[in-house]
């Protein structure tokens, strides 16, 4: 299966914790949460690019 | 009479295990060509394929569909024929032919050429591609668009030729970790038609196979009409897969460049074009939107932190009344005492 829906999920979470955060719609210990996770997700988009390398297979 | 031959096989004999340099073989075949009566003023019937010219000399390719010659009329003695050759044109050639010796190359030289009209490859393609347009195979809203981080890409095409390692490495250059299943295919002459659609509905029935990229790297028209025909164009259109081509060519566009989701010149540009880079989408999105989260976090940090302060100030205060009251007091209490002094001194 392709990763654009794994990758494209996350990054739109991230920009949607960059908005809460423009519009102060938290306080400070959701926002230190919202941060976190935030961070997280952009961790785990480096590791699905990040996989061990591809391998050909020939079918004759 | 009969001393001839025997002296010419005695000579031919003598030269076998003579080792000839390139030079001196193509001279001999040259020779060859040349004095053979049966080889020179042929006539020969034909469709024009590859057309193209420059300032001194016109190029093409007759072929029957079957097999091909090379061609060549020089562009002034083109001029002064009555011909205006096209891709399609079926003609009769009068021709010598011409061995290049340098180049070990045969070219038909034509000096009289006869429009037959337009020859039976360039009607039946003409015909095939309009039922599929008819049918909406080429329409815009058919189109699926390849995925940009596909975990399996699978490219049908021969194992012996080049086209696969220009797609691997364009692939694994863009992104490393992809994984490539390629489906061998014989990709000229009559087996190429069912031999590209086998492929192609193999790779897509595969699990996890996210785009197809059906490719070889060019060549001439005739040694690319297994892409021109319904077998292949139907596999393209039916297959659930994304359907790249990578034809390699630039000329007249093939039907399945038409019917394919996505059509590349070149191998090398289907796998760089069927998934993003790797790098450059790090670089291009993930850090810009990490230094965004981190600038809108410090920002909002900052804002709240400002209020924690104020907080801590106003709880910090002693409780009662604010201090203004108590200095407003203390006034009136001493204007009270300087009253009753008043008073007292009999100054008031």
């Known amino acids: 299966m392709a990763n654009d829906a794994e990758i494209h999920d996350r990054l739109s979470r991230v920009e949607e914790i960059i908005e809460q955060f423009d519009a102060d719609e938290c306080d400070l210990d959701e926002g230190t949460a919202l941060h976190e996770e935030g961070k997280e997700l952009l961790t785990e988009v480096r590791e699905i690019l990040d996989e061990e390398s591809g391998e050909v297979v020939e079918i004759e | 009479m009969a001393d001839a031959p025997d002296a010419e096989r005695q000579a031919a004999e003598s030269d076998v295990g003579e080792v000839l340099s390139v030079s001196q073989l193509n001279d001999r075949i040259a020779s060859v060509v040349q004095d053979t009566s049966a080889l020179n003023g042929v006539r020969c019937i034909g469709e024009v394929t590859d057309l193209h010219q420059n300032s001194t000399t016109l190029y093409f390719t007759l072929t029957n569909g079957e097999a091909e010659l090379p061609c060549m009329i020089w562009a002034n003695r083109y001029r002064e024929m009555d011909a205006d050759l096209e891709d399609g044109t079926e003609v009769i050639l009068e021709s010598d032919i011409d061995y290049w010796v340098e180049g070990g190359k045969i070219d038909l030289m034509p000096w009289e050429v006869i429009v037959v009209g337009d020859g039976d490859q360039a009607a039946a393609v003409e015909r095939l591609r309009s039922e599929p347009k008819e049918r909406g195979w080429f329409d815009d809203e058919q189109k699926q668009q390849p995925p940009a981080f596909p ?99 630039t000329d007249d566009r093939l039907i399945a460049d038409q019917v394919a989701d996505v059509a590349t010149i070149t191998p090398t540009a289907a796998g760089e074009y069927i998934l993003n880079s790797r790098p450059e989408f790090l670089a291009s999105e993930t850090e810009p939107l990490e230094q965004q989260l981190d600038a809108a976090y410090e920002t909002f940090q900052q804002d709240h932190e400002q209020e924690l302060a104020e907080a801590v100030d106003e709880a910090a205060a002693p409780e009662g009344l604010p201090p203004i009251y108590y200095k407003i007091a203390i006034v009136v209490l001493l204007l009270l005492l300087l009253v009753i002094t008043g008073f007292w001194l009999g100054v008031i």
């Open chain 2, 151 to 249: 975990e399996r890409v699978g490219v049908v095409t021969s194992l012996r030729g080049d086209a696969r390692y220009d797609i691997q490495n364009a692939i694994h250059g863009q992104d490393p970790t992809v994984d490539i299943l390629v489906k061998d295919a014989t990709v000229q002459g009559s087996e190429a038609p069912t031999s590209i659609a086998n492929g192609i509905h193999y790779l897509d029935r595969s699990e996890d196979v996210d785009a197809i990229i059906v490719g070889r790297g060019g060549g001439s028209d005739s040694n690319l009409q297994a892409f021109n025909t319904e077998r292949v164009a139907e596999a393209i259109f039916t297959a659930n897969t994304p359907v790249v081509t990578a034809i390699g060519h």
